[in-house]
């Protein structure tokens, strides 16, 4: 009996130095325990432990404070008193919040990163087309006047104006330069070529306007395009000018185009049939004659139509003109007797009051004509032409008929070639 006694009595005082143990382990002393080796047990949070159950709880902790969830209430039971945490609820928090700040950071960094730019020579001057991109768009983007859409259709070789997103665009134009590869331009930029050229024909119509005012000429119209009438007159220029002959186009910056535009008037032909008081020049080259008086005085300069290839107008030097009809029964159309029409037709031959030179080749009115020959042998001119000839040579008032050279008073030289090959070309 009194050993059971005191047994009792034992039991209960070590639970009162349990008791005692644990509230001094809470405010972090060290209290010794009866029947242990007296060392007092370490409550360093960072110390590992050795029961395993204690580690997963402790796991549990800092999963809880990791991913937010409640921590458990006041009743849960406290860690055995002979075992150590190593979990340091403020270190776990710190921890967490780390790699929380971490991760944020790393989400950062992936979101503002920008791919690198396309590798370009030039990089001020090339830009990559974006999706909704249309080459009018891109053009009103900037504040230059070479830049069209018709100059970046030409300095990047387009074959439209369609574009695609990713497609890299020079925009320097005309620069010489592919700023895109860094190669050079043999050639420049076709339309701004075009515009200038354009802006020069413009100036070289305006001039031809001026030199052959007064001469009975049809005013030009000033385009900007050098068309087959443009070229008939700076050949007719060229023939006034004592420049080389030719039907082509001026070429803007050239040594004609600057005698063309310094010169003050047209000058009398320098040809033998100057030497006579009246004379006339056909020119096959340019289908254009000159008429005038002396060797001082130009009075017309009127298109022509000279002979096709096959019925080709005669070379003349001084020839007398020695023939004229005015046609007084019908209004001064007068059948051709080698090529003759059943109706009064000026396009199928019939000629308007003519003058004749060589046989039956004559000089006449016809409501066609082209800036191509395109008669039978005969120089053709506009009918109100032929009249402004026929009045300067005094043969308005003719009653009739004449074949009075010395009446008529004047020759005539037919010279240069045209160039048919052009034609057939054209025609092919």
């Not at 009075?404 to 020759?411: K, P």
Request: hydrophobic content about 35%; overall charge negative.
């Amino acid at each position: 009996m009194t050993s059971r006694r005191t047994l009792c009595a034992l039991l209960a005082s070590l639970t009162a130095l349990a008791a005692c143990s644990q509230t001094t382990q809470s405010s972090g002393g060290a209290v010794p325990i009866p029947g242990v080796d007296g060392s007092p047990v370490a409550t360093d949070p960072v110390t590992a432990t050795a029961d395993p159950v204690a580690a997963e709880a402790d796991d549990t902790t800092a999963d809880t404070a990791s991913t937010g969830d409640e921590t458990p209430d006041a009743g849960t039971a406290a860690p055995d008193p002979t075992t150590r945490t190593d979990t340091d609820p403020e270190t776990t928090a710190e921890t967490t919040t780390t790699e929380a700040a971490a991760t944020s950071t790393t989400e950062a960094t992936t979101t503002t990163t920008t791919a690198p730019e396309p590798e370009v020579f030039a990089p001020d001057c090339v830009i990559e087309v974006e999706a909704g991109d249309s080459l009018g768009v891109i053009v009103d983007g900037f504040e230059d006047d070479t830049l069209s859409v018709s100059t970046l259709i030409g300095e990047n070789g387009l074959d439209s104006d369609v574009i695609y997103p990713g497609q890299m665009l020079d925009i320097c134009v005309d620069n010489g330069l592919d700023d895109v590869t860094g190669v050079e331009r043999t050639e420049r930029n076709p339309a701004i070529v075009a515009e200038e050229t354009k802006i020069a024909i413009r100036a070289q119509q305006e001039k031809l306007n001026e030199l052959f005012d007064g001469y009975g000429m049809r005013e030009l119209l000033v385009d900007g395009i050098s068309g087959p009438v443009t070229r008939q007159r700076l050949c007719a220029a060229r023939v006034g000018l004592r420049l080389p002959v030719t039907l082509t186009d001026m070429e803007p910056g050239s040594d004609e185009e600057a005698a063309m535009m310094e010169a003050d008037a047209i000058q009398v032909p320098f040809v033998s049939a100057i030497t006579e008081p009246r004379w006339m020049l056909i020119d096959r080259t340019c289908q254009i004659m000159f008429a005038g008086s002396g060797p001082t005085q130009l009075d017309f300069v009127f298109p022509v139509s000279t002979g096709e290839q096959e019925f080709r107008t005669r070379d003349q030097d001084r020839s007398r003109a020695f023939r004229y009809d005015p046609a007084l029964d019908n209004d001064g159309w007068h059948d051709s007797s080698d090529y003759p029409v059943p109706a009064d037709n000026p396009l199928n031959g019939n000629m308007y009051k003519p003058l004749y030179f060589d046989r039956g080749q004559a000089i006449h009115g016809a409501n066609n004509v082209p800036t191509t020959p395109q008669s039978k042998g005969c120089v053709r001119m506009r009918p109100e032409n032929q009249d402004a000839l026929v009045a300067w040579l005094g043969l308005a008032d003719a009653a009739g008929p004449t074949n009075d050279s010395g009446r008529i008073g004047a020759v005539v030289n037919v010279q240069g070639a045209y160039p048919f090959e052009t034609l057939d070309e054209a025609e092919a």
